[in-house]
């Protein structure tokens, strides 16, 4: 089994950085995408960023927002900087992966995490 646990959340104000983190552990054989979805309060989850072979964002944090990997510690990063009460939601991480040579690629999600921008 995988599971992914996602840190950095806090509480910031308007134009403050966090960085979020995902890590991945378990039976792990190959990583594929990885990309960060947010649900902000009474709304849908939306997606934010994806990493792959190159980066690709929501226009509405791009420019803010940076999407990074750690390949030796299997871990996502969501770096975002210039925060607005927009970016407010539960944030959550989603890593596409094989866990054996047998398996195909599935998608395997955090919990989420808070972050809240309010001044």
């Known amino acids: 089994q995988v599971q992914l646990v996602e840190s950095g959340g806090d509480l910031v104000q308007p134009g403050e950085s966090l960085r979020l983190s995902c890590a991945a552990s378990?039976?792990?054989?190959?990583?594929?995408?990885m990309a960060w979805y947010r649900q902000p309060p009474g709304k849908q989850r939306e997606w934010v960023a994806t990493?792959?072979?190159?980066?690709y964002y929501a226009d509405s944090v791009k420019g803010r927002f940076t999407i990074s990997r750690n390949n030796a510690e299997n871990t996502v990063y969501l770096q975002m900087n210039g925060l607005k009460p927009e970016d407010t939601a539960v944030y959550y991480c989603?890593?596409?992966?094989?866990?054996?040579?047998?398996?195909?690629?599935?998608?395997?999600w955090g919990r989420g995490i808070q972050v809240t921008v309010s001044s």
């Open positions: 989603n890593i596409r992966l094989r866990e054996n040579f047998r398996s195909d690629y599935a998608d395997n």
């Open positions: 378990g039976s792990i054989f190959s990583i594929g995408a």
């Open positions: 990493l792959t072979s190159g980066t």
